[in-house]
């Protein structure tokens, strides 16, 4: 089984953003390789891109996305399905839409704010899983975030995005943990469900 370990960061966030969780995962086996890229300046078809660039320069890995970083992971594995892959897990990735993105766009600099990102997080989606790794999806029911200075979001969220917005069909699990969509990356439960499903396709609990 591979050790190798791809690490995708979400929009405003530089890949430093992923150290803990990538140090946390190093002290269990894991090598660690944190993909950064400019949210805002590109579409998400070129991150993808280029990814499937620095995957293949690393060999069979594992994928683990946060936010738009799952977004990224998930576009570039549909395009490149040959492409060699382990376990993939996603942290509050939106993967049927961002309410809270929708709201933002909508806002002054709104827009202007989300980028070339936009298109990935406006458009409501039914995305659907059909490798053969299994997917895992961990969400957060902790409501602290940006999402909420435009007003509550409805149904149990991050802060920024909601359960259901993080749902793919055909993903092996998903769990929901009492964290924020930021605060994810630097919780050691969070961080000990990422290492179980890259290691066993499975979570070590259920959240909630």
Known sequence: ????????????MPALAMQMLGARLAERGFRCHAFGYAGRAKPLEAHAERLARFARGLGPAHFVGHSLGGLVVLEMLDRH??????????LGTPARGCLGAQRLAKAPLGHWMLGQSAGALLGARAPAWSRPEPLGVIAGSLPLGLGLALGPLPGANDGVVRV??????GMRERIVLPVSHSAMLLSARVA???????SHAKFLSHGR
């Open 164 to 169: 259901e917005e993080s749902g793919v069909e």
């Open 1 to 12: 089984m591979t050790r190798e370990v791809v690490l995708a960061h979400g929009l405003w």
């Open 192 to 198: 000990a469900n990422v290492a179980s499903f890259l």
């Open 81 to 90: 399905p040959r492409l060699a892959c382990g376990n993939v897990v996603l």
